[in-house]
């Protein structure tokens, strides 16, 4: 089984920064992308940023500039570098990985447990 454990959620002021990180282990045969996803209140879960295998990254135009996504393959560690934070940035975000673990395996996406941001004055 894969099992992601996140850490580094918190509150904080606007303008504020943390830096979230996901850990994967278990038995896995390969990652084709880690990532991350947050869910504010009354909202849908959504992609916020990713890193393939091949280290191309994206953001979700609300976060360009102020996050930032990296890894650390060897440990299969992500993290995210939060930065200028803004009230509208709370929610729970979610590591998420996709990857296999049997050589045919065409992916399957895993997820942490999630971890709370909160932005607030």
């Known amino acids: 089984q894969v099992q992601l454990v996140e850490s580094g959620g918190g509150l904080v002021q606007p303008g504020g920064s943390l830096r979230l990180s996901c850990t994967a282990s278990g038995s896995i045969f390969i990652i084709y992308s880690m990532g991350w996803y947050r869910q504010a209140p009354g909202k849908r879960r959504e992609l916020v940023t990713f890193?393939?295998?091949?280290?191309?990254?994206d953001y979700v135009d609300s976060v360009k500039g102020r996050f930032t996504i990296s890894r650390d393959s060897a440990k299969n560690t992500v993290y995210l570098q939060m930065n200028y934070l803004k009230p509208e940035d709370t929610a729970v975000y979610y590591c998420?990985?996709?990857?296999?673990?049997?050589?045919?395996?065409?992916?399957?996406?895993?997820w942490g447990q999630g971890t709370q941001v909160t932005v607030s004055s």
């Open positions: 998420n990985l996709k990857g296999s673990v049997v050589p045919a395996d065409i992916g399957s996406d895993y």
């Open positions: 890193i393939t295998n091949g280290g191309s990254t």
